[in-house]
């Protein structure tokens, strides 16, 4: 019930959680295990993160780790996984902007993690700008097709809200 009365943000046709930078309504796990396919055995895991609730899990081109996002009322922070000793480690404590889906990718080499930055923000803004005057439209008379469309964007003030989302990929080392 908690998280279905946490506040959402309607922007542009997305639902975004203003506090975590996530996607509202969105789904996790709440249990990790992984399986070895060439003789079936579990890798035990060790220091994941509790409560556990995973979100966009990815594993390393070379297969060598597995990477997830833990995902927190005020914050996602971004986990990796040793699939050898299958020791957990978080990478970035927070700072992940998965609004427009996955906050994350792995550079074909492993080397470099590339993630998207909610930036200096702590949190979108919820403040609602009141319009200038009332919202007229005017009927001619003739009969057109009037589509609708959920949540456009429909002031500066929108469009300025929406601005944090389009922040390019960085690498993490």
């Excluded at 279905?4 to 996790?28: D, H, V």
């Excluded at 035990?44 to 899990?57: D, E, F, S």
């Excluded at 906050?103 to 702590?122: R, T």
Aim: hydrophobic share 35%.
């Amino acid at each position: 019930m908690e998280e279905l009365a946490e506040p959402e943000l309607k922007l542009g046709g997305l639902r975004i959680n203003p506090l975590n930078f996530n996607m509202s309504r969105s789904t996790y796990y709440t249990n990790l295990v992984i399986q070895k396919l060439s003789d079936g055995k579990q890798v035990a895991l060790h220091n994941l993160p509790n409560p556990l609730k995973v979100q966009y899990i990815q594993f390393s081109p070379n297969e060598t780790y597995c990477s997830f996002v833990q995902v927190s009322k005020n914050t996602l922070s971004l986990w990796m996984i040793n699939l050898a000793t299958g020791n957990a480690t978080k990478l970035l404590e927070e700072g992940l902007n998965a609004t427009m889906g996955s906050p994350y990718s792995w550079s074909s080499n492993e080397l470099f993690i590339h993630f998207k930055s909610k930036g200096n923000k702590q949190r979108l803004d919820l403040a609602v700008e009141l319009p200038q005057g009332p919202a007229t439209q005017d009927a001619k008379g003739t009969k057109a097709a009037a589509r609708t469309y959920q949540d456009l964007l429909r002031n500066k003030q929108d469009e300025q809200t929406c601005k944090p989302h389009t922040i390019p990929f960085t690498n993490l080392r």
